[in-house]
């Protein structure tokens, strides 16, 4: 088995959020089988808005020195997986892991090693229709750096108040997912 460095980008603004207890059991599955992991939660950190310079793209840096450009440069460029989680807003990703998507616009002419990327969301709402646009969201993104793919999602719907995700299957396919991480 391959020891791999896992990199979880948990964009809930909540403390105690739903989608990030999903990521935390995902992340202890992936500890359990040998993994090593790092959680970032976007709370508190200052993130600003891409500004669509495209500097990055002769510099491989963003003009933007926040906490957007260290999690880019120092955590996501050499992460083996990477894992988004993220609250539902209006069917879609949270705005702030967007923004980070968009801010990781660097990576896309450096030699990133992630080959597998992972899809945790918590929804108000149950079914498909509740995660698959924000998916897609990913993927589009995912499609822009061909090396990649995305891996496997988890979705815990049914949650609305903090804490609400804890009795819902998605926190075993959580676990189970990270820990089948070969
Ligand atoms: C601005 C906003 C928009 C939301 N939109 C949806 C939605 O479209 N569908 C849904 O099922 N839940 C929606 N919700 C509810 C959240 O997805 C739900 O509370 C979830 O548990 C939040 O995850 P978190 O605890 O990780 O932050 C929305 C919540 C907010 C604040």
């Not at 909540?14 to 989608?19: A, E, G, I, L, P």
């Amino acid at each position: 088995m391959m020891h791999k460095n896992i990199l979880i980008l948990s964009t809930s603004p909540r403390k105690h959020s739903n989608s990030d207890a999903l990521a935390e059991e995902f992340a202890k599955g992936a500890r359990e089988a040998g993994h090593d992991v790092e959680k970032i939660s976007l709370i508190g950190k200052e993130i600003q808005f891409c500004r669509g310079c495209l500097a990055c793209q002769k510099t491989k840096r963003c003009v933007i020195h926040d906490d957007a450009d260290k999690i880019v440069q120092e955590k996501m460029l050499h992460a083996d997986v990477l894992v988004f989680a993220t609250p539902i807003y209006y069917y879609e990703m949270s705005g702030q892991m967007k923004t980070l998507l968009d801010r990781a616009n660097p990576l896309y002419t450096c030699d990133y090693a992630f080959r597998e990327v992972y899809f945790i969301a918590a929804a108000a709402e149950d079914g498909d229709e509740v995660w698959t646009r924000a998916a897609n969201g990913l993927e589009g993104w995912i499609a822009c750096f061909p090396k990649a793919r995305l891996s496997g999602v988890i979705f815990g719907g049914n949650a609305t108040d903090t804490g609400t995700v804890q009795c819902n299957p998605a926190m075993k396919k959580a676990f189970d997912a990270g820990k089948a991480i070969q």
